[in-house]
């Protein structure tokens, strides 16, 4: 056979024209979300104030298998997509591994990640229902660069509640998403009931992802005409991030291969149910014997270490409860953790397939992960995103692993973005000043404790 190019690109008239969505094959289907007001499941009509309609509607849907993209979305998409499967052959050749290594790299965009995938049709949605503008959070920044890029394609008012700390840290972020037209306002702040509780009791509070959401959430439903949206967990993300899953497998297809192994960070799990979508189906389907690997900070271990269970998504306990593995929603990992990926939840799709076996999980120590973003850019001239990095650990294990035993198993891996805003987090690296903080079970029990009770 001719040698597999760097690069597989799909022609454009190849572009997937639908989503797909997995819980449509899964056996058992994920616990549905309550109202934590009255304890029952959530409807659509329920979430009709907070989110917009044809969204509220995909959230509840596990029927449909296959979602037309709407052509106002497509052509947005067609201005970054496809984005490259690339072959690491730099990688294979310094780790000296007879695996084949690929990697889906979803950089290739300003927002520098695959959240600007769900961003668009979002934003597209919102404004098809005629709202008058949206609410989010941010905390890395991504999110909320992605969103205000769609919304000013769409030409649609965005407010971004960034986290304090990193609105601080990352000042070139917030001027990006300020660029592209959007509000930004760092959490927690006055302008919200939640903001205002939390500063209350300490005025010096630095922000979190949960506290942020609250805000964005109460100043989407008190303000006439806009909803709040969100950029991991969600089914309604995982549904639209399968179009990395989607290029993939066909991309793959040009080429004769299949992975026996498909890798990803997990935050809120979106780039990970993306990349797995199509290959997860046929695993379900009893057509692969696929394994399927969601990597964590070792110092935020959702699934290694959490607790299947009813949770809240936000610190102020104001959204609806999801059957997920968590830490808590009042968990915070530890101050010296640089490496993204700070979510107390999962995604009930992604944790109701580990629960149910079909997938793996490993939790890594942050310097592991920054050795590994290194020995990555170096080879293969990517400045990984550290969250990204995560997944590059496992897949340079999983290589190793392949040298060890002598097989030649085709890795697939998602590179979820690029890493250009975290050179703090580099700098303390490659200075010898970041450490690994591994929580203790105590420090575990005390998120454990303060989980709803829900029969
Ligand atoms: C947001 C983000 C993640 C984590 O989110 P998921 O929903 O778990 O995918 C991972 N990588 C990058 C680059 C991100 O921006």
Redesign the pocket.
Known sequence: MARIPHRIYLAEESLPRQWYNLRADMKELPAPMLNPGTGRPATAEELYPVFCKALADQEMDDGTAYVDIPEEVMEMYRIYRPSPLVRAYNLEKELKTPARIYFKF??NNTS????LNSAIPQAYYAKEQGLRGLTTETG?G??GTALAEACAYFKLPLTVYMVKCSSEQKPYRKAIIENFGAKVIPSPSATTNAGRAILAEDPNNSGSLGTAISEAVEAAVTTQGYRYVL???LNQ?LLH?SVIGLESEAAMALIDEYPDVVI?????????GGLIAPFMRDRIRGKNKTRFIAVEPASCPSFTRGKYAYDFCDVGKITPLAKMYTLGCGFKPSENHAG??R?HGM?PILSKLYHDGYMEAVAVEQTRVFEAAELFARCETILP?P??AHAIRAAIDEALRCREAGRSETILFGL???GYFDMTAYQAYNEGRMNDSIPADEDLRKGFDQLPKVE
């Open positions: 979803e950089g520098g990640s695959h959240k890395a991504q999110w950029g991991s967990v993300v991030q990803a960070c997990a935050g809120g799990g979106s780039n990970l993204g990926l979510y995604s995103a969250e990204s979820s973005g690029t």
